[in-house]
């Protein structure tokens, strides 16, 4: 773990990039890395009468939960500048991303689990992994990891379980309850409930002595065993 000093969670929207990676970002953090919250899009007022005035308030509101949820995990936040409707195509965000990486000299990136109901997941998934799968064929040591959520769970294998302190526990979900959506205030998907939940199936599953969560490898880039 000492070896990795700079990792990013890539998150399609707001909040993703803390539930996949919120963890290990804490963790690495507590290690020593530079450790960031990467928003591929941000969200935006969904009412057609919201007065432009409105539509930036709540960005900068958005913008301003990024990066009070990063600094809970240790870290710091960058949205990509993207919304739902002017996503690019996979050829020229994954060579974004690819400079980004190597800009930054990141070790360790997580981002979703392909199998997914939500577009800009899948999106995002082939972006990254395309990245990551360029850099390693020229030479990088690069790692990547899918995180969960309940939107990607079509195919997702837990491979990597990690458990938690509750100390962890405490930051994780202080952090994700920076956003309004996890409080329950935006839709009714009971965040609250399963993802605490998750942590006690995982530690079932795993036979684990305490909360634990769990990450799966990209095999398809990987050419050995971790």
């Known amino acids: 773990m000492t070896n990795v000093k700079r990792v990013m969670s890539i998150g ?18 507590k290690a020593g890395a530079h450790v960031s919250c990467i928003h ?4 935006r007022l969904e009412d057609p009468n919201a007065t432009e005035e409105a539509k930036k308030a ?38 974004r991303l690819e400079k980004m990486f190597v800009d930054e000299k ?35 040591n690069i790692k990547l990891v899918y995180g969960l959520t309940f939107e990607d769970l079509n195919g997702f294998i837990p491979q990597a ?3 938690l302190t509750q100390e962890e526990v405490d930051q994780w979900f202080k952090a994700l309850n920076e956003y309004r959506i996890f409080r329950g205030g935006v839709n009714d998907f009971p965040y609250q409930q399963y993802y605490p939940t998750n942590l006690k ?9 305490g909360p634990t969560v769990c990450y799966m490898y990209a095999s398809l880039i990987e050419n050995q065993l971790w």
């Not at 990039?17 to 953090?29: D, Q, V």
């Not at 870290?75 to 919304?83: C, E, F, I, N, Q």
């Not at 997580?110 to 992994?129: E, F, L, Q, Y």
């Not at 199936?201 to 002595?209: A, F, K, L, P, Y």
């Open 106 to 140: 990141v070790d360790l990136v997580i981002t979703h689990w392909r199998g997914s109901m939500h577009p800009r997941h899948i999106a995002t998934h082939d972006a990254v992994t395309e990245a990551v799968k360029s850099l390693r064929r020229k030479g990088s």
């Open 161 to 163: 379980y990690f458990v």
């Open 40 to 43: 591929v899009t941000q969200g």
């Open 201 to 209: 199936v995982r530690q079932i599953e795993s036979g684990s002595s």
């Open 12 to 29: 399609a929207h707001s909040l993703d990039a803390e539930l996949l990676g919120g963890p290990l970002l804490i963790r690495y953090a």
């Open 58 to 95: 709540y960005l900068q509101e958005l913008l301003e939960t990024n990066k009070r949820a990063a600094a809970d995990l240790g870290g710091d936040s960058t949205w990509l500048g993207y919304v739902s409707s002017n996503m690019p195509s996979t050829e020229e965000f994954s060579a």
